[in-house]
């Protein structure tokens, strides 16, 4: 089955340009960074994903951050996911 991949930068300028690509989808895709998080931008997006009903699927990205960067504990890790 053909995808298109819309790839989109977090800056919150183009949300409307993201909005409009979005009536086009049937799914979506968000590659969250484990240790920033989503971002204000990505919560209204996946709002509209939502109301157009598509599927929303979530990949946390950069796992490792939490063990190298930060230094954290397995237990605190586990809680993060």
């Given at each position: 089955?053909?995808?298109?991949?819309?790839?989109?930068?977090?800056?919150?300028?183009?949300?409307?340009?993201?909005?409009?690509?979005?009536?086009?989808?049937?799914?979506?895709?968000?590659?969250?960074d484990v240790v920033e998080g989503l971002m204000a931008n990505g919560?209204?997006?996946?709002?509209?994903?939502?109301?157009?009903?598509?599927?929303?699927?979530?990949?946390?990205?950069?796992?490792?951050?939490?063990?190298?960067?930060?230094?954290?504990?397995?237990?605190?890790?586990?809680?993060?996911?």
């Amino acid at each position: 089955m053909p995808s298109t991949v819309i790839r989109t930068a977090r800056a919150c300028d183009l949300e409307s340009q993201v909005t409009a690509a979005l009536r086009l989808a049937d799914g979506v895709l968000f590659v969250v960074d484990v240790v920033e998080g989503l971002m204000a931008n990505g919560e209204r997006l996946i709002q509209h994903a939502v109301q157009q009903g598509l599927t929303i699927m979530l990949c946390v990205n950069k796992i490792d951050r939490l063990v190298l960067e930060l230094k954290l504990p397995p237990q605190e890790r586990a809680r993060r996911h």
